[in-house]
Nanobody, 117 residues
Framework: QVQLVESGGGLVQPGGSLTLSCEAS??????????MGWYRQAPGKQRELVAISSTSTGTNYGSSVKGRFTISRDNAKKTVELTMNSLNEEDTAVYVC?????????WGQGTQVTVSS
């Protein structure tokens, strides 16, 4: 079964930084991902785009994180990272890794990021 596995979530103080990582399971290494990225969902809010790295269109960031977050992808290794800087309480959410291969989408289980003093 193809699975995306996130890591790096946790508790961070406002103004701090955190880096999330995502890696496809072994079965997923056989896929060619055209895009990989991150979404997030906070309690009471709908899921929103954080950042996506696409082979065809480059990188796109959600307006709320643009300039603070940076996405990087290693397509050969089927990994993607999200470096988050200048974190604030509004960034608290479950961050979910996603990938697209052909017409199919794959999702991780999510990792909690909590920004609090």
């Amino acid at each position: 079964q193809v699975q995306l596995v996130e890591s790096g979530g946790g508790l961070v103080q406002p103004g701090g930084s955190l880096t999330l990582s995502c890696e496809a399971s072994r079965s997923g290494r056989d896929l060619r991902f055209g895009a990989m990225g991150w979404y997030r969902q906070a309690p009471g809010k709908q899921r929103e785009l954080v950042a996506i790295s696409s082979t065809s269109t480059g990188t796109n960031y959600g307006s709320s994180v643009k300039g603070r977050f940076t996405i990087s992808r290693d397509n050969a290794k089927k990994t993607v990272e999200l470096t988050m800087n200048s974190l604030n309480e509004e960034d608290t959410a479950v961050y979910v890794c996603c990938g697209r291969a052909g017409l199919r989408e794959y999702w991780g289980q999510g990792t909690q990021v909590t920004v609090s003093s």
